[in-house]
T-cell receptor, first 116, second 112 residues
């Protein structure tokens, strides 16, 4: 296992189109996170899963965004009716939750979305 | 709620000079602290972490950071920087809930 994998690395889409990104976490990790990073800012939390359950969603995640993690393995993030403001780097991370221990997250290389 | 403040958005420094990138945090619960490095169009790479134990943590490439609970700080230092250290650096914290809160980053530019 070589780490967290994200596909595609780059996506250019026209405004109004739908896009879907995929994240494959480290295989034994039960937690998976999505973050969005815009230019000049740090990553902002979007949502996370523990196994297949989506446990928290940020207010940043409008109703045009949906994330799934079927069977607790890979995850997809879909953006419907894309807007220019959706242009950003979308980062996925995974971690292994151990009770009472700090959780170190491992990040993928990100998917850079450009909406034109 | 948690927050992370990186006090300097840009730090220019000459090669072989020492550098400190400052990070302060706010949290009402116990935290775990991290520094990540990001190169252009890349994801985040973990540089070092404080989970428990010794408050001084070191990375394999010469960076170190010290967790200071009383000052709620986790500053990153390196005694002598290289051109290859030029990158964006992010300080982050998380709690037992697992999700990370990041600062806005510090751009370190090492000049020859």
């Amino acid at each position: 296992d070589t780490g967290v994998s994200q596909n595609p690395r780059h996506k250019i889409t026209k405004r109004g189109q739908n896009v879907t990104f995929r994240c494959d976490p480290i295989s034994e990790h039960n937690r998976l996170y999505w973050y969005r990073q815009t230019l000049g800012q740090g990553p902002e939390f979007l949502t996370y899963f523990q196994n297949e359950a989506q446990l928290e969603k940020s207010r940043l995640l409008s109703d045009r965004f949906s994330a799934e993690r079927p069977k607790g393995s890979f995850s997809t993030l879909e953006i419907q009716r894309t807007e220019q403001g959706d242009s950003a780097m979308y980062l996925c991370a995974s971690s292994s939750r151990r009770r009472g221990q700090g959780t170190e997250a491992f990040f993928g290389q990100g998917t850079r979305l450009t909406v034109v | 709620a948690q927050s992370v403040t990186q006090l300097d958005s840009q730090v220019p420094v000459f090669e072989e000079a020492p550098v400190e990138l400052r990070c302060n945090y706010s949290s009402s619960v116990s935290v775990y602290l991290f520094w990540y490095v990001q190169y252009p169009n890349q994801g985040l790479q973990l540089l070092l972490k404080y989970l428990s134990g010794s408050t001084l943590v070191e990375s394999i490439n010469g960076f170190e950071a010290e967790f200071n609970k009383s000052q709620t700080s986790f500053h990153l230092r390196k005694p002598s920087v290289h051109i290859s250290d030029t990158a964006e650096y992010f300080c982050a914290l998380n709690t037992n809930a697992g999700k990370s809160t990041f600062g806005d980053g510090t751009t370190l530019t090492v000049k020859p």
